[in-house]
């Protein structure tokens, strides 16, 4: 899922040398946390009846290729640790007998403290719901907003990765960033380009 008006051409070529099956979508630009690009791979998922599991895998998160095999474990909506975040470095579920108890993680208000990169689900799940299927706010999250559309309660989530014990996605930013910071850095590169278009 591209965040342009139009495909990157070297993410083509890249794709069609990988010789994975794949469906090249596109649709913005926006710069609303990628909210409208998800809503978008989701109804268009939805809308064609594709079946399989779901991962929302992020450009610029690091992925160790186990996960891809504890994905595939998934019936309905699975979960697993993701490095780099929360208040201990790493946000999981906590498991005991198999069964969530709570959450290591930061959000705790979220009925779901989950991010993007720690969940995967089943794409007959998609089915019954209406638009828009992911929120397309223009702020960080929609995670929990999600997945208290298609599950109940922590009882229905399946846990992969040794019981969350072990951690195969990073997410791509260090704990403690500052959003803040980050929304200067990008306003100061943003300043210096026009600067040098100018000059």
């Known amino acids: 899922m591209e965040d342009a008006d139009r495909a ?13 099956a794949y469906i090249y979508l596109n649709t913005g630009p926006t710069s609303d946390f990628g909210n409208l690009q998800r809503d978008f791979a989701l109804r268009y998922i939805r ?9 929302l895998a992020d450009d610029d998160n690091y992925y160790d290729e ?14 697993f640790p993701v490095g780099n975040l929360g208040p201990h470095g790493i946000e999981k579920p906590i498991v005991q007998g ?11 208000e979220r009925k779901f403290p989950v991010d993007m990169a720690g969940f995967a689900f089943n794409t007959r799940l998609l089915k019954p719901l209406s638009d828009p299927v992911w ?14 559309k298609i599950v109940n309660s922590k ?21 403690g960033w500052n959003m803040a910071c980050a929304l200067a850095l990008r306003r100061i590169k943003k300043y210096y380009q026009d600067f040098l278009s100018k000059n």
Not at 8 to 20: D, M, Y
Not at 47 to 55: A, F, H, K
């Open 135 to 148: 929120s397309v706010r223009k702020v960080r999250g929609g995670e929990t907003e999600f997945l208290e």
């Open 155 to 175: 009882d229905e989530l399946e846990t992969l990765c040794d019981n969350c014990k072990e951690c195969l996605v990073v997410h791509n930013k260090p704990l």
């Open 8 to 20: 990157c051409p070297e993410v083509e070529r890249l794709l069609k040398k990988s010789g994975i």
């Open 98 to 108: 198999g069964k969530i108890l709570e959450w290591d993680a930061g959000w705790k």
């Open 47 to 55: 809308d064609r009846n594709l079946e399989g599991i779901v991962y």
């Open 66 to 79: 186990k996960l891809f095999d504890e994905i595939r474990k998934t019936k309905n909506v699975s979960v």
